[in-house]
């Protein structure tokens, strides 16, 4: 559906921006979002700045900003004396969240990592024969002294040979 459209009801401009209309109804009690009018059959009517308005608001949540956090930034901007001022609040914000970003960015890579060295040892295991029990895993001569990534050795933790004395990570 175009966003070129001059008026949307709950139900078009939720699909078109992939909510639920009960998710508008709350981002309206919230104050998130506003109709710009009522329909003779008492319907919300929504403008296009609407599509761009849950669009923003979706990135903001998807950013890490919680609907709250969404209702906070938009009372500073309009309760700055100044425009700058606003921008300045929003300048800060956004840098803040840019840190948290790049921070889990690395940490997704780390991850990839280690997902491709456990992809890369699993070729190992290729054309196994043992039975399921993964106490056979362990005892496994085909990777030779090489030990197992992180993302093999938590599987097979049961074994002595292949405990890690590893802090647990919090997320």
Known sequence: MSTTRATFTVGELASTCGKSARALRLYEEMGLLTPMGRTEGGYREYGPEAVVRLRWISDLCEMGFQLDDVRSLIDAVSNAETAGGAMDDVRHRYAEVLHRID????????????????????????????????????????????????LIAGMRCESERFRLNRQPRIA
């Open 103 to 150: 921070e889990r960015v690395a940490r997704l890579r780390c991850l990839r990592q280690e997902v491709a060295v456990s992809l890369s040892y699993l070729e190992a295991c290729r054309g196994c024969e043992q039975t399921a029990d993964l106490k056979c895993c362990c005892e496994c001569d085909r990777h030779g002294e090489e030990k197992p990534p992180l």
